[in-house]
């Protein structure tokens, strides 16, 4: 019986070595332990198939595809690969995160990495300095580095652009080279291909930009249309929404929301906007409800300095000029206070106020030929708008008409006054003499009497 049992064990030993199989079989409940006389090391229970590991677990540094890496079905799950060139120092974790090819070149090359979530940095080659976490993030980043991606999709189909982040599902998904963008929002600069240094903070802002660069968009759909333009800056929810120009600012609520093509324009205020939205190198201070522009000043400082201006001659606007213009008291009943802007004085302010209207005036500066006085703002033929300050000159000069001509009568007053003085004398004298010939003619009728 003893050699019986030694024979069975041999045969047992040498079915095992020829078929490299080995099976345990575990009963109802039943656990399978490695352990020493003290502790228990790992842990198969068959209640649940859990694996219990009371140690770390060490892997080797992750060269190539068959060492130190945790498959998740065949699929790459966590490993951190280098290249045996390269410094290394990365980390992906989710499934097809990093790859088994990055690397080569500079020392620095494919290195200090970090991919959380499926396919991140699945495409990396040379790139270094990367961040990318959730689905599809930084996929197709080649060589592309310090790049911050957060959120699903986020730079997916950058490849070569750097210094770029990315916070929010899908901001720049269609990046593909850009340099140096700041992205915080769903679907922030998500149609961007090149545009760069763009710093953009909210939902849909500067969606469809594609090439503009040098902007700043701050507030949710600000800038959204915004293609090619430049060296704008919005601030404000739905600030320039559809602007296409460049080097325009706006500050406030639906700032320069009517703006298009317009440039240089500057908007501060809730619901600012320019005389039309193709219009170019205007301030826009506040909505038509603002009724006082405060500052600590009452004039505004413009260039004046004679260096800058040729062809100075005397003004030829003056008290004629001044004399055509109508002064006119009236009330407000603006169009857009109305449905389909049809004003019927129902909404009229109560209080009258003064003011020119804009087409007499116009009329005035063709009647002289002066269109080049400005006066009459006519960007939108839809809302014709006044600018007073410009007829400060012609005052000026209409006041030193006057004048000059207050000065002429004053002369002339002083020369018949001193006329008048002569005349004077001259009567006074003309009295005297009467007075003489009176007395004289008094004493012959007296002597006349006596003889």
């Not at 030694?6 to 199989?21: E, K």
């Not at 799950?77 to 090819?101: C, D, E, L, P, R």
């Not at 001509?405 to 007053?413: A, F, S, V, Y």
């Amino acid at each position: 019986m003893k050699y019986f049992k030694i024979l069975i064990l041999l045969l047992v030993v040498q079915a095992i070595v020829f078929s490299q199989n080995i099976t345990n079989t575990l009963g109802t409940t039943g656990q399978f332990k490695i352990k020493d006389a003290v502790n228990t090391y790992f842990t198969l229970s068959q209640s649940n198939g859990y694996i219990e590991y009371a140690k770390s677990l060490k892997l080797q540094e992750t060269t190539d595809l068959n060492t130190g890496v945790v498959y998740k079905g065949t699929s790459r799950f966590i490993h951190n690969y280098k290249n045996a060139s390269n410094m290394g120092n990365n980390t992906f974790v989710g499934i097809n995160s990093g790859n088994f090819t990055l690397g080569g070149g500079s020392f620095t090359n494919g290195s200090m990495n970090t991919g959380l979530g499926a396919n991140t940095l699945s495409a990396l080659t040379t790139g270094s300095w990367n961040t990318a976490i959730g689905y599809n993030s930084l996929v197709a980043n080649t060589s592309g580095n310090y790049n911050t991606a957060l959120g699903h999709f986020t730079l997916s189909l950058n490849t070569t652009g750097s210094f770029n982040i990315a916070i929010g599902g899908q901001s720049m998904y269609n990046s593909t080279s850009a340099v140096g963008n700041v992205a915080v929002g769903y679907y922030t600069l998500l149609n961007n291909i090149t545009g760069g240094s763009n710093v953009v903070i909210g939902s849909n802002a500067m969606e469809n930009n594609t090439s503009g660069s040098d902007n700043t968009a701050v507030g949710r759909n600000s800038l959204r249309d915004n293609e090619t333009g430049f060296r704008n800056t919005a601030v404000g929810y739905s600030a320039l929404i559809l602007s296409l120009g460049a080097y325009n600012t706006a500050i406030g609520y639906d700032a320069g929301s009517i703006v298009t093509t317009g440039t240089n324009l500057t908007l501060i205020g809730n619901n600012a906007e320019p005389s039309s939205g193709t219009t170019q190198n205007q301030v826009t201070l506040g909505n038509n409800s603002v009724t006082s522009l405060r500052c600590n000043v009452q004039t505004i400082t413009s260039l004046s300095d004679v260096r800058d201006k040729k062809n100075i001659n005397e003004l030829s606007l003056g008290l004629n000029f001044i004399m055509h213009l109508k002064p006119r008291q009236f009330n407000w009943d603006r169009r857009e206070w109305y449905d389909n802007s049809a004003s019927d004085g129902t909404k009229m302010e109560i209080s009258p106020t003064a003011g020119f209207i804009a087409q007499e005036l116009d009329s005035v500066q063709n009647e002289f030929n002066a269109e080049w006085l400005k006066l009459v703002l006519k960007d939108n033929p839809d809302k014709w708008e006044a600018t007073y300050g410009n007829l400060l000159p012609v005052v000026v000069k209409a006041v030193q008409e006057l004048k000059s001509e207050n000065d002429r009568l004053k002369e002339e007053n002083s020369v018949l006054a001193q006329e008048i003085e002569k005349l004077k004398n001259i009567e006074e004298r003309i009295a005297k003499l009467e007075n003489k010939l009176n007395k004289t003619e008094s004493t012959k009728e007296i002597k006349n009497a006596g003889k």
